[in-house]
């Protein structure tokens, strides 16, 4: 039996944190690639990924509810080919014909030899 929500502290973290350490440790994308994909420079993404993780490493040791701020989101599945924002149920995720999503997730297919 868990402790009730309403007696644990909180950790706030920005919904632009959240998105950093999404791009960087969820997806795996180099602090570069992902600075461009939020549009903020290296330097800067740097900042905010380090406290993400700052704030997921206090509310995982001290036993903290970890509070995603910001407002509403509308999120849309990113290609995991290649990253293009994926568009909903029977959308195509970008522009090359073998990435396809297929239901509520991006899916793709590869054919061999050819590029992603």
Do not use: W
Request: contains cysteine; positive net charge.
């Amino acid at each position: 039996m868990g402790i009730p929500r309403r007696e644990l502290q909180e950790v706030q973290m920005s919904l632009d944190e959240f998105e950093a350490i999404r791009l960087a440790d969820e997806q795996g994308l180099y602090q570069a690639a992902a600075a461009q994909r939020m549009g903020v420079s290296r330097a800067t993404f740097g900042r905010v990924l380090e406290s993400a993780r700052r704030k997921v490493a206090e509310a995982l040791v001290h036993g903290r509810l970890l509070m995603i701020t910001g407002g509403p989101v509308e999120h849309r599945p990113s290609c995991p080919a290649c990253g293009a924002p994926g568009g909903g149920p029977g959308e195509r995720c970008c522009e090359n014909p073998n990435h396809e999503p297929r239901g509520r997730r991006a899916r793709f297919r590869h054919n061999p030899g050819e590029p992603s």
